[in-house]
Each structure stands twice: as C-alpha cells, then as structure tokens.
C-alpha cells in the first residue's frame, strides 16, 4: 500500500506540490488546455492562486511580486506566451529578486490548440534558462531547480511542459528543499528595473553576462542524465521524448538534457564523441539539432516529417531506422460537438441561417465551425474576433459587409476583446458592425474557470464583476443588448437582423450558463447569498445570466 | 521488452466518465506498488468526440503512451469506438466493452463503467483492497453502493473478445 512519500500525480500536480512547498506566494495565469490545473491545484494545496484576465498581466502581476522578494509562479499554455511576451523579453532585462518561473504548457500535436508552436525558441529569443521535465516526478524536481536558478541568477526561467507530461501521471516521491524566505520587501532599485535605454543597454550586457554562467552551470547540471549503453548509437534528447526513447531503444546510449536553454554544448560534444552514430530526437522543431550542427557537432537531426504532431515509441522507432515512408493513419475518431442543450447552439443555427460571416474566437464555441453548423468563417486568436470582423467591415461592399458578425466567448471577451472595442469605437466601419458576446458565465473549454466576468476569484468565492455590458457601454458602443438566445431564440433572430441592418455599432451580449456549468453556478451563488445574509451588509452583487 | 508492464487502453467518447475510470484502474495499480503511468487528453476533445486515456502499470514504466498494437486489454465504455482503437490492442489481447455488460443488471445506468472495471479486474494483479479503495476515493458519492455492487457484477462476468 502506499507510503506518505509517494505521490501519484499529473505533472500538473507535481508542478503545484513543488511550487506550494517552496513557498511561492502568489501564483498567475490564463486557463488553457494544457497548462490549466497547476493554478487549480497549487490553490486547493492553500496556496495564493488568482486567474489574470490574460497572459500579459499574469506575468506583469507576477514580476511586480517577485520584484519585491516574493517566489512566483506564472502559468499559460504555449500561445498565452505570444501575449505575454512583452513583458517576458523586458524582463529578462529588469531579472527579479524573488524567484519568477513561468511555465509554458506546449501542445504537440495540438490536442486543444490553433498551432504547434514550440516555445524553446522563446528561451533563446527572450534569453532565458529553459527546464524541460520528461514527467510528474522531474515536472517536481525542475519546479524546485527552476526556482533555485532564477533565485541565484535573479533571472526568470521557463518550465516548458507538454501536453504529455502535463497530462501524464506518475509517481512522485516529494522533497522539501527550500527554507522558509522572509517576507516581501521592496528594495529600490531604479537602474535595474526601469528600461529606458540608458539603463536597458548594460541591462543587455547583464543578461547576456548571467546567460554565459548559467551555460557553464548547464554543461556541469545533474539535471541532465546520460545512460550508458551502446557506443554504437548515442541519442541525445529532452522531455518527454527522452520516455519513449527508453521504451524504443533501451540498448542506446543516452544523452538526457533536462536544461536545454542555455543548451550544454560541451556536455553534448562529449557525449557524441563517444558514439558511432549519434541522433537527435525531439519533439517539435529542430531546435537542439540546429544548434548542435551549428556548433560543429556531428549529430542526425529527425527525418523533417516528424516535425508534425507528437512522437511515441512508434515514431521513435522509425526515426532511429531511418524510415521516412507514409506512417500507418488510424481511423478517424468521432469530431468534438457542442453539448447537447449547449446555450450557443440557437446562436449558430440562427448564424447560419441568415448566412452571416462569423469572425470567431477561441473557445467552445469554435465547435460551430464544424457540421452541422459549419458557421465560423475565421478563428485565429484570443480576442481576434472583434478585430478581424472590423477589417473584414472595412472593405468588403456593404451588402457583404452587412453579413459580418464577431462573435467572442465571455472570457475570451476580458482576455484581449476589450482593445477590439476601443478600436471599433475609434475606427467604426461604415456598415456600423455587429459584436455578439456568448456569454456562458464560465470558461467552458478549459474545464469551467472564473474569470473577471463571473465575478468569483478562482477558488470561487465571489469578488467585483466586470459586467461586460457596461464596459461596452462605457467604451462608447451605441446599441448594447444582452438576451437570452435559449429562452427566446425568435426574439433573439429579430435582435440580430435588426442589428445587422442598423448600420451601427451594435453590442449583444448573448447570455445563459453553460449547461455543464449551471449546476455549480447556481451552488457557488447560493453559498455565497448565504454568507452575504449572514453578514447582512446592505448592497450586494447583481445575478445577471439565467 | 516491455514484458513486465500491463497495457491498458480506456476508450470511449467525452462524457462518459473514461477519465475517471483510468483513474481508478492508475489509483488501483498504484495502491498495489507498482510503477504506474496514465495518458490522457483533455479540452477540446472532450465535447463529445472519441476519448481515450492510457494506462500502464508493472515493475518500471517508460513511455506514458502504449504503443500501437501493444496494449493488453482494449476497456471500450461505447462500442462505436471499437474500430478508432482496435488497432492499439495486441494480438492475444483482450477486449472488455459495453456488449459484456448486462445493463438490465445494473444497479445504476451510471455504474456502467464500475462494471466494465470489474471484468478488468478479473484479469490484473491487483489486490480487491486496493481496487476498493481506489473507488471509494473517486466514488465516494451518492452512487458509492451502487458503484460497489456494479463492480461485483463485473467481477462475475468473464469478457468474450480476445484479438
Ligand atoms: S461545455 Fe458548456 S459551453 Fe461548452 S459546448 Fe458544452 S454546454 Fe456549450
């Protein structure tokens, strides 16, 4: 039976329980498929745990605390560093004084994603330490080096997960590592931590003088692990790959980098001195394999069809014999689909009905670009809705642009669709245009997270709403509607067309709960009425929604 | 030479509890002591669409993922998702779907699941203390009795298919 050091968990988990025991003080983030329960978790341990309204602030929010000495945790899926990557570059610069470790949710094969975008190459552009756990127990280990590096080098550092290994469990004996730190305190620092250009210039030559020690740290790092085998063949690989690698090639010998960026180039040109052959096995893009021939090494890089979607032990197995030929296809599993009873659907049949030209968004809802709606015309990222409909409006002849609508999840909304409407209100099309808001009280796709919309922090205890209506209102949109598309799908048609043909700005917000979520809504607001009876102070939060 | 590890694919579609019941057989094998690993997938596949979580457990586990045609028992919880993962079973491997359960014997039509366990079980070496407590963990709702006895009527039952 179990002992109480061992674990089995996520490496999601792991993440958490290691962040939770070395006593980090604030954890950040955006929900996204992979990246979503580390927040969730380190919360439900007792740690301080918020949901950011994008990836930009969570890293913003999270810095700020780490300037003041604080041990933080920010967390995104790959393309939630795209929005954060403002900051994240200067930040390299300003470095922290507690420690920062942002974690990158990578999605090979795109499980839940809109690219397969490999976030290594963030390390090296932005010109951070990157950490890449194979599974639970490293996602564990590396948290705590993780840490240890940006805390010595006063650097943040990328934890860059995958799906497989944010979603794989494992066993996980826990270690506790770290003394408790002494409270937050600010240190005034302004050369440091204001980058005009006076300042950013030897920020530069700072950080690039920090990347060349932690380099030479990386090629002396117990966090990378060589397997003796065969000097026939060496392979040298990273992450999780390394896992299938074991199964596929047990008698290989093995390079294992758990620090990739800066990458150990001496430790790796030894290694290969070593082997007959040596291979370069990752997932995703040739970035080790690149970087190692650039240097000099003599190492095979993957057959480039392998560049697409995840590797396994299967696909191991073929590149180490060289075999390029088309792989065996599965057959096709059954396509996602909206629930049944999912308030969105009267929307897409409404949408499709009328033809409309639906610039989407990230989320559920872009399930209506699939049969039997087939009603989304474009989705390209979070918050590109509203903007990419707006210059849609602009050019198209007006009985086209007449047809176009945005339509945005409510999260998505908070997260990057309020600039779309100030640029809307600054730039409006001359056919006015159309914003449809599907408002279902909760982030859905992600597994049902608060955001600032919902009006509950992310353990759901309630807090201040930001009501979307009255920000569009404020923002200065004329027409801004909010009607349940379920309970009257007839009025909410008329609402649309009417709409459609106003040749104004027209704002709706399209509101009922997800059916998914209704039930814990509904649980989260009667407790909370309860204790607001309890305390009973007068005012108290408006219930919009079903 | 991934003899000393036991293969299992659960499969169905979004909805039909497949990650809680990879959980379980994880919590189960790990409760036993061994090495365990578990796969799965979540988001937008989960609205409905074929899902699947893999499970391997035994002396040491690599690889969180079972290779193509080499898992040990396909657990099928909708039988429209027999062909999307035939191909992942061995040869001599054994299939347990929904076609081995006698629904009309159900205590619940949610004990489903807890049922198609319960064959597994019949061929794992996993203590029933251990598989206990690994539902009363997940289980220990409204439906725990029901989810219990459902995991008996498994038990007795011996599934037909083997690839
Ligand atoms: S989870 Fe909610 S929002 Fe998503 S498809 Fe189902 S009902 Fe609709």
Redesign the pocket.
Known sequence: MAQPDRLLLFGNEAVAHAARNAGVALGTGYPGTPSTEILETFSDLGGKAQWAPNEKVALEVALGASFCGARTLVTMKHVGVNVAADPLFTAAYTGVEGALVLVSADDPGMHSSQNEQDNRYYAVAAGIPMLEPADAQEAYDFTNSAIEISEKWKIPVMLRMTTRVCHSKSVVRPRWLFPPLDPPRYQRNIRERVMIPAYARPAHRRLRAKLAEIEAYSNACACHREYEGSTELGIVTSGVTFLHVREAAPDASILKLGCTHPVPIERIRKFAAKVKRCVVIEEGEPYLATFLRAAGIAVEPKPDMYRFGELNVDRVRRILAGDTSPEPSLPPGKLPE??K????RPVYDILHRLDCIVAGDIG??T?GVLPPYEAMDTCVCMGASITVGLGMRHVLPPDQARRVVSVIGDSTFVHTGLPGIAEMVYNPPPTGHVVVVLD?GTT??TGQQEHPGTGRTLDHKPTNQVKIEEVARALGVSRVHVADPTRDPQAFEKLLVDCLNSNELCFVVARHY????APSIREFERRAKQEFDYQCVPGGVEKDGE | MANDVTNVVIAGLGGQGIIRASDILADAAFYSGFDVKKSEIHGMSQ?GGSVSSDVRFGKKVWSPMIPMGEADFLVLCDRSQREVFWPYLKEGGVLISVDDIPSDKLPHSKTLNTALLGVLSTYLPISLEAWERAITLRLGGKLFEANRQAFDIGRSLISQATK
């Open positions: 909206l629930c009873g999912c308030p969105y559920c809802y399930l279902n859905a796709m997800c059916i998914l979520a | 609205r």
